[in-house]
């Protein structure tokens, strides 16, 4: 998994102390309530205090105060709710250990990675949302953004940016058309890929079918498939790959003469260091013959605290709020201030190439990185693959018996 899953939470926590003591105390589980009221009656008069929790770069006055912008527009289009906020200082990689500490002390709203639900669910600190909320998010996000947010079927959060990985190259070696094809690509020039790294070598066996915990990774039941002739076939093309003079392991800083490579967002000062005004971004492309290559993907995403006094007396208060922090016009706020790549379809990057891959890429060229407990048993084996792609340990002669390994290993619980 790429360095931006790996957060600071100790100074979050730190943070969220000074600003709200909610963010200290002891634990609390349970299970989440559904948040299906929406926004209740216009006419409803409301008094409350709202607990808002959101990291310190959407609160800063270099980025326009994002979080409490949108706020105060919330509360201007509720004139029959009259509400106070209480805002505290937490990421979105911090949600998890600040609001699972004590649910009850901690934000009505606040903003999460979504690979944090099933842990958020276990200590009854999310709430489900239905209603209006849900269909505006299906409505307004691909369905692989939407089911970054779902778990066991039911919707957790309104999901405003992605977490994904898309392709960087140089336009002075490669054309639009032959970014679409990993193939044509080795043709012209030297490709880096990340083959040891099995957040990224996941993306060639579901391109030829091989799925996580079935099609949506929603399935518990149905395991890791990276077995038989779809899986093996894929492990024959990249024994080919790994050994084309034209393919390198890793990515343009420790192959120079790279001509592409794949990463996330967060190498883009990177990507243009190495291709300046030739810089071209795009989806990952397809391999074996049009198979879509379909990097892992995630989100961020405003969720509702079910375990707090406000969502006791006005759900519909907590649930709105949320909704309004991921709609169009918060989402293009975000945009417009702080360069936050929208998840929403009705916003229009204009010719942002950065941000039309990583939409693109939740549109058609992404699956969903899987919420099961048991995806923890899928990165070993995949990285040990990887790594003996690239060593020339795996084999035309060995692919098969290699593949099978790796899908045993894969599935089986004692594996870390």
Not at 214 to 232: E, H, Q
Not at 278 to 290: E, F, K, Y
Not at 323 to 335: C, I, R, V
Request: net charge negative; hydrophobic share 40%.
């Amino acid at each position: 998994m790429n360095s931006n899953n790996i957060f600071r939470t100790g100074l979050a926590a730190l943070l969220c102390a000074s600003l709200l003591a909610g963010c200290g105390g002891g634990s609390s589980a349970g299970t989440s309530t559904s948040g299906g009221s929406d926004e209740g009656t216009s006419d409803e008069k409301v008094v409350a205090t709202v607990t808002v929790w959101g990291p310190q770069e959407d609160q800063s006055d270099d980025n326009g105060k994002w979080l409490q912008t949108e706020c105060e527009k919330f509360a201007a289009e509720h004139p029959d709710w009259e509400l106070t906020f209480n805002y505290g200082v937490c990421s979105e990689g911090d949600a998890k250990t600040n609001v699972s500490t004590d649910p009850s002390a901690a934000a009505d709203v606040y903003m999460f990675a979504n690979d944090q639900i099933p842990d958020l669910l276990k200590a009854g600190g999310i709430a489900e949302l239905g209603g209006k909320t849900v269909d505006a998010i299906k409505a307004n996000n691909s369905e692989t953004t939407v089911n970054t947010v779902m778990y066991d079927g039911s919707v957790y959060g309104v999901p405003f940016t992605a977490n994904t990985w898309f392709m960087y190259y140089d336009k002075s070696v490669f054309t639009e058309d032959d970014v679409k094809s990993l193939d044509a690509m080795l043709e012209k020039g030297k490709v880096a890929f990340p083959l040891e790294n099995s957040w990224y070598i996941a993306a060639m066996y579901v391109a030829n079918g091989c799925t996580l915990f079935g099609a949506d990774g929603n399935d518990a039941a149905a395991g890791i498939n990276f077995s038989g002739d779809k899986a093996v076939e894929v492990t024959n093309y990249l024994v080919d790959l790994a050994a084309n003079p034209n393919f390198s392991n890793g990515d343009v800083s420790n192959n120079a003469d790279a001509a592409a490579f794949f990463s996330g967002t967060w190498d883009y000062q990177k990507a243009q260091d190495a291709y300046g005004d030739n810089l071209g971004i795009a989806p990952a492309p397809t391999i074996m013959d049009g198979k879509q290559m379909k990097s892992f993907a995630g989100s961020k995403a405003i969720g509702v605290n079910p375990a707090t006094a406000l969502y006791s007396e006005h759900p519909e208060v907590a649930v709105a709020l949320a909704a309004y922090l991921g709609s169009t016009s918060a989402q293009q706020d975000h945009y417009d201030l702080r360069n936050i790549i929208p998840t929403d379809s009705n916003i229009n990057v204009g010719d942002d190439a950065l941000a039309k891959a990583q939409m693109n890429t939740m549109g058609y060229a992404s699956v969903v990185q899987p919420l099961q407990a048991d995806m923890g048993n899928y990165w070993g084996p995949a990285e040990s693959m990887g790594k003996e792609l690239v060593a020339g340990t795996v084999t035309h002669d060995n692919a098969a018996e290699k593949t099978e390994s790796m899908n045993e290993a894969m599935n089986t619980s004692a594996v870390q």
